[in-house]
Protein backbone atom coordinates (compact mmCIF):
# COMPACT_ATOMS: atom_id res chain seq x y z
CA UNK A 1 0.00 0.00 0.00
CA UNK A 2 1.49 3.71 -1.10
CA UNK A 3 -0.23 7.16 -0.18
CA UNK A 4 0.26 10.40 -1.65
CA UNK A 5 -1.24 13.34 -0.99
CA UNK A 6 -1.29 15.78 -4.38
CA UNK A 7 -2.18 18.95 -4.62
CA UNK A 8 -1.75 21.72 -1.79
CA UNK A 9 -5.09 23.70 -1.14
CA UNK A 10 -7.27 21.50 -1.91
CA UNK A 11 -5.53 18.21 -1.51
CA UNK A 12 -6.67 14.58 -2.66
CA UNK A 13 -5.37 11.59 -1.08
CA UNK A 14 -4.40 8.41 -3.28
CA UNK A 15 -3.79 5.16 -1.99
CA UNK A 16 -2.32 2.38 -4.58
CA UNK A 17 -3.24 -0.95 -3.40
CA UNK A 18 -1.98 -4.47 -4.06
CA UNK A 19 -4.50 -6.79 -4.88
CA UNK A 20 -6.48 -8.37 -1.71
CA UNK A 21 -5.21 -5.15 0.37
CA UNK A 22 -8.29 -2.80 1.83
CA UNK A 23 -9.14 0.32 2.60
CA UNK A 24 -12.16 1.94 4.99
CA UNK A 25 -14.25 5.01 4.81
CA UNK A 26 -17.63 6.12 5.00
CA UNK A 27 -20.55 5.38 2.74
CA UNK A 28 -20.16 6.94 -0.78
CA UNK A 29 -16.81 9.42 0.26
CA UNK A 30 -14.63 8.37 -2.14
CA UNK A 31 -13.99 10.81 -4.71
CA UNK A 32 -12.70 8.35 -7.98
CA UNK A 33 -10.91 4.70 -8.60
CA UNK A 34 -9.75 2.27 -10.89
CA UNK A 35 -11.63 -0.51 -12.20
CA UNK A 36 -9.90 -3.03 -10.32
CA UNK A 37 -11.43 -1.70 -7.19
CA UNK A 38 -13.96 -3.30 -5.41
CA UNK A 39 -16.60 -1.85 -3.11
CA UNK A 40 -18.79 -3.42 -0.24
CA UNK A 41 -20.40 -2.08 3.01
CA UNK A 42 -21.03 -3.25 6.57
CA UNK A 43 -17.80 -5.07 6.79
CA UNK A 44 -15.94 -2.46 9.43
CA UNK A 45 -19.14 -0.87 10.51
CA UNK A 46 -22.53 0.32 9.36
CA UNK A 47 -21.53 3.45 8.38
CA UNK A 48 -18.33 2.45 6.50
CA UNK A 49 -17.32 1.02 3.24
CA UNK A 50 -14.87 -1.29 2.35
CA UNK A 51 -12.38 -0.80 -0.60
CA UNK A 52 -10.61 -3.55 -2.33
CA UNK A 53 -8.44 -4.45 -4.94
CA UNK A 54 -9.04 -7.40 -6.17
CA UNK A 55 -7.09 -9.32 -9.12
CA UNK A 56 -4.66 -6.46 -10.12
CA UNK A 57 -3.45 -3.50 -8.01
CA UNK A 58 -5.93 -0.35 -8.30
CA UNK A 59 -5.84 3.52 -6.73
CA UNK A 60 -8.34 5.21 -5.00
CA UNK A 61 -8.71 8.87 -4.16
CA UNK A 62 -10.51 10.76 -1.76
CA UNK A 63 -10.57 14.58 -2.01
CA UNK A 64 -10.86 17.04 0.46
CA UNK A 65 -13.92 18.48 1.10
CA UNK A 66 -12.65 22.71 1.80
CA UNK A 67 -9.48 24.13 1.84
CA UNK A 68 -7.07 22.31 4.29
CA UNK A 69 -4.82 19.38 4.85
CA UNK A 70 -4.75 15.72 5.05
CA UNK A 71 -2.90 13.60 7.62
CA UNK A 72 -1.69 10.60 8.02
CA UNK A 73 -1.88 8.85 11.48
CA UNK A 74 -1.12 5.45 12.91
CA UNK A 75 -3.53 3.90 15.07
CA UNK A 76 -2.83 1.41 17.78
CA UNK A 77 -3.75 0.20 21.17
CA UNK A 78 -1.81 3.44 22.59
CA UNK A 79 -2.63 5.70 20.04
CA UNK A 80 -5.93 6.86 19.59
CA UNK A 81 -7.49 9.96 18.71
CA UNK A 82 -10.79 12.12 18.84
CA UNK A 83 -11.67 13.94 15.59
CA UNK A 84 -14.15 16.79 14.51
CA UNK A 85 -17.23 15.17 13.47
CA UNK A 86 -16.10 15.45 9.72
CA UNK A 87 -12.94 14.97 9.79
CA UNK A 88 -12.30 10.75 9.32
CA UNK A 89 -11.09 10.85 5.58
CA UNK A 90 -10.31 6.84 5.19
CA UNK A 91 -8.30 4.39 6.95
CA UNK A 92 -6.57 0.97 6.16
CA UNK A 93 -9.03 -2.20 7.54
CA UNK A 94 -9.07 -2.52 11.06
CA UNK A 95 -9.29 1.04 11.73
CA UNK A 96 -13.22 1.76 13.58
CA UNK A 97 -14.66 4.93 13.77
CA UNK A 98 -17.71 5.55 16.70
CA UNK A 99 -18.85 8.48 18.56
CA UNK A 100 -16.43 9.86 21.14
CA UNK A 101 -18.15 13.16 22.06
CA UNK A 102 -21.27 14.64 21.86
CA UNK A 103 -22.95 18.08 23.57
CA UNK A 104 -26.01 18.99 22.21
CA UNK A 105 -26.90 23.47 21.64
CA UNK A 106 -30.20 24.91 21.64
CA UNK A 107 -29.06 27.37 19.16
CA UNK A 108 -26.08 28.41 16.84
CA UNK A 109 -23.84 27.10 14.64
CA UNK A 110 -24.24 23.30 16.50
CA UNK A 111 -27.54 23.22 17.54
CA UNK A 112 -29.62 20.61 15.56
CA UNK A 113 -26.55 18.13 15.54
CA UNK A 114 -25.15 19.20 18.23
CA UNK A 115 -20.89 19.25 18.72
CA UNK A 116 -19.62 15.77 17.88
CA UNK A 117 -16.17 14.28 18.22
CA UNK A 118 -15.48 11.15 16.30
CA UNK A 119 -13.51 8.26 18.05
CA UNK A 120 -10.47 6.79 16.24
CA UNK A 121 -9.57 3.68 17.04
CA UNK A 122 -8.65 -0.50 16.57
CA UNK A 123 -5.49 -1.11 14.69
CA UNK A 124 -3.60 0.27 11.35
CA UNK A 125 -3.19 3.78 9.66
CA UNK A 126 -6.18 6.34 9.30
CA UNK A 127 -6.22 9.41 7.33
CA UNK A 128 -7.54 12.83 9.08
CA UNK A 129 -9.46 16.06 6.83
CA UNK A 130 -8.41 19.26 8.65
CA UNK A 131 -9.64 22.61 7.67
CA UNK A 132 -7.37 25.62 7.27
CA UNK A 133 -4.10 26.62 8.37
CA UNK A 134 -3.30 23.82 11.50
CA UNK A 135 -1.42 24.81 14.23
CA UNK A 136 -0.30 22.32 16.63
CA UNK A 137 0.34 22.22 20.46
CA UNK A 138 2.24 19.34 22.40
CA UNK A 139 0.18 19.61 25.96
CA UNK A 140 2.82 18.85 29.16
CA UNK A 141 0.65 16.91 32.23
CA UNK A 142 -1.04 20.01 33.93
CA UNK A 143 -1.21 22.30 31.17
CA UNK A 144 -4.66 23.30 29.42
CA UNK A 145 -5.70 25.37 26.39
CA UNK A 146 -8.91 26.94 25.50
CA UNK A 147 -10.67 27.16 22.17
CA UNK A 148 -13.68 27.51 20.47
CA UNK A 149 -14.77 24.04 20.14
CA UNK A 150 -15.02 24.60 16.47
CA UNK A 151 -11.87 25.11 15.80
CA UNK A 152 -10.50 21.66 17.83
CA UNK A 153 -9.52 19.22 14.93
CA UNK A 154 -7.82 16.40 16.51
CA UNK A 155 -6.12 15.57 19.72
CA UNK A 156 -5.08 12.45 21.34
CA UNK A 157 -7.07 10.22 23.47
CA UNK A 158 -4.67 11.23 26.46
CA UNK A 159 -6.15 14.83 26.06
CA UNK A 160 -8.69 15.23 28.65
CA UNK A 161 -11.84 16.95 27.10
CA UNK A 162 -14.28 19.12 27.94
CA UNK A 163 -16.75 21.90 26.86
CA UNK A 164 -17.97 25.03 29.43
CA UNK A 165 -20.39 27.09 29.41
CA UNK A 166 -19.74 30.96 30.29
CA UNK A 167 -22.99 32.80 31.42
CA UNK A 168 -23.74 36.34 30.60
CA UNK A 169 -21.38 36.45 27.82
CA UNK A 170 -22.92 36.27 24.36
CA UNK A 171 -21.93 34.61 20.87
CA UNK A 172 -23.64 34.81 17.32
CA UNK A 173 -22.53 31.47 16.45
CA UNK A 174 -24.12 29.76 19.55
CA UNK A 175 -27.18 31.71 20.17
CA UNK A 176 -28.78 32.24 23.72
CA UNK A 177 -27.06 34.52 26.46
CA UNK A 178 -24.05 32.32 26.94
CA UNK A 179 -20.39 31.62 24.82
CA UNK A 180 -19.00 28.12 25.02
CA UNK A 181 -15.09 26.97 25.13
CA UNK A 182 -13.52 23.73 25.19
CA UNK A 183 -10.95 23.01 27.46
CA UNK A 184 -8.38 20.38 26.25
CA UNK A 185 -5.88 19.55 29.29
CA UNK A 186 -2.54 17.48 28.27
CA UNK A 187 -0.44 15.37 28.45
CA UNK A 188 -0.86 14.82 24.61
CA UNK A 189 -1.24 16.49 21.20
CA UNK A 190 -3.47 18.77 19.87
CA UNK A 191 -3.94 19.74 16.06
CA UNK A 192 -6.23 23.15 15.91
CA UNK A 193 -8.03 24.23 12.44
CA UNK A 194 -8.63 27.61 11.40
CA UNK A 195 -11.24 27.32 9.33
CA UNK A 196 -14.14 24.92 10.63
CA UNK A 197 -17.05 24.54 8.56
CA UNK A 198 -19.72 25.52 10.82
CA UNK A 199 -17.76 28.91 11.11
CA UNK A 200 -17.09 29.23 7.48
CA UNK A 201 -21.30 28.85 7.36
CA UNK A 202 -22.21 31.30 9.81
CA UNK A 203 -19.89 33.68 8.87
CA UNK A 204 -21.36 33.84 5.47
CA UNK A 205 -24.88 33.55 6.50
CA UNK A 206 -25.23 37.24 6.88
CA UNK A 207 -24.77 37.63 2.78
CA UNK A 208 -26.31 34.66 1.86
CA UNK A 209 -30.11 35.96 0.28
CA UNK A 210 -33.11 35.56 2.54
CA UNK A 211 -35.13 31.92 1.18
CA UNK A 212 -37.85 33.30 -0.19
CA UNK A 213 -41.49 32.61 1.56
CA UNK A 214 -44.77 32.17 -1.16
CA UNK A 215 -47.25 34.31 -0.77
CA UNK A 216 -51.05 33.88 -0.55
CA UNK A 217 -51.16 35.17 -4.18
CA UNK A 218 -48.84 32.63 -5.45
CA UNK A 219 -50.29 29.43 -3.62
CA UNK A 220 -52.34 27.46 -6.14
CA UNK A 221 -56.17 27.47 -5.60
Keep these: MEEQVLGTTLPVLSISLSPGESVVAEAGEFSWMTDSIQMSTG ?12 DSAGTIAFAS ?42 AGIFGGEGFVLQRVGGQGRAWIELTGEVVRYDLAAGQSLRAHPGHVGMFTTSVSFQVMRVPGIANRYFGGDAHHFAVLSGP ?12 LAASLAPYLPAPVTPTAAGLPH
Design 188 to 199: GEVWLQSMPMPV
Design 43 to 54: MDGPALSTYTAT
Design 65 to 106: KQPGSIMGVDIGSQSEYLVHRRGFLAGTSGIGVSVGFQQSFS
